[in-house]
């Protein structure tokens, strides 16, 4: 028996089975599957109680409204809730002149036919910012399963077309990988956002024309890197 340790295959392919490296890329625009608005009640009065008490009626306005919408609200949470005291910004000594509190809560719609309409009602409540929408594919998104697919293709083609240049074809898969893999950090998924409303006062909220809201198509990136050995060159 032999004691030699087999070697491992140089990194740079052999004369008789030369590596091709390459990168492969994709990009999708697809129509996108979330809205998010983000809802922030206002409350200010000069007693802590009364201000915490119409705070707390106006949050539950926000989240009877938008719940009342079904399926069309993939997601209804609550968010911070501030309330705290306002001092007088001259004379001595501590001197507190009202109380302010905050609470905001992030809506999240699959349905974008009702959106406008939840948009424009929730913005017509009494010291409430609306803003957004925000729009956003789900993580797990088959969009991104199909850009991925498409990255792998093209690295395949890239590599073919070298090969073919040499007047030589693939002859096996060397390695698979995503940038991510390798230390790099992948590109950031895009972020689109949109206006904010923002009402002062009561309004009457049925009386208020819904507001059409366009979806942003978004954009799905996809790389891959890929190392292939080919048949030898024709040179």
Same mark, same amino acid.
């Given at each position: 028996?032999?004691?030699?340790?087999?070697?491992?295959?140089?990194?740079?392919?052999?004369?008789?089975?030369?590596?091709?490296?390459?990168?492969?890329?994709?990009?999708?625009?697809?129509?996108?599957?979330?809205?998010?608005?983000?809802?922030?009640?206002?409350?200010?009065?000069?007693?802590?109680?009364? &201000? #915490?008490?119409? +705070? =707390?009626? @106006?949050? %539950? !306005?926000?989240?009877?409204?938008?719940?009342?919408?079904?399926?069309?609200?993939?997601?209804?949470?609550?968010?911070?809730?501030?309330?705290?005291?306002?001092?007088?910004?001259?004379?001595?000594?501590?001197?507190?002149?009202?109380?302010?509190?905050?609470?905001?809560?992030?809506?999240?719609?699959?349905?974008?036919? &009702? #959106?406008?309409? +939840? =948009?424009? @009602?929730? %913005? !017509?409540?009494?010291?409430t910012r609306v803003e957004g929408p925000w729009w956003a594919l789900r993580p797990g998104s088959p969009a991104h399963r199909d850009a991925r697919h498409q990255a792998v293709q093209d690295a395949v083609t890239r590599a073919r077309e070298y090969a073919q240049a040499l007047g030589a074809g693939l002859s096996a898969l060397v390695e698979l990988s995503d940038p991510g893999a390798d230390g790099a950090r992948p590109p950031a998924p895009g972020f689109a956002g949109g206006p904010g409303f923002r009402s002062a006062a009561p309004g009457a909220a049925d009386d208020v024309p819904a507001i059409d809201l366009q979806p942003q198509r978004q954009t799905v990136y996809a790389t891959v890197n890929a190392r292939f050995t080919m048949t030898p060159p024709v040179l």
């Open positions: 028996m032999s004691d030699r340790t087999p070697q491992p295959p140089a990194p740079y392919g052999t004369p008789e089975a030369p590596r091709v490296a390459v990168r492969g890329e994709a990009t999708l625009e697809v129509d996108p599957e979330t809205a998010t608005l983000t809802v922030t009640a206002n409350a200010r009065g000069k007693d802590r109680r009364a &201000a #915490l008490d119409d +705070l =707390t009626r @106006r949050n %539950a !306005a926000i989240l009877e409204l938008a719940g009342g919408y079904g399926a069309a609200v993939e997601k209804l949470e609550s968010g911070a809730l501030s309330i705290s005291p306002e001092l007088t910004p001259h004379g001595r000594g501590e001197r507190i002149r009202a109380y302010a509190g905050q609470v905001r809560i992030t809506v999240v719609m699959n349905d974008f036919t &009702a #959106l406008g309409e +939840l =948009t424009t @009602r929730l %913005a !017509a409540l009494d010291l």
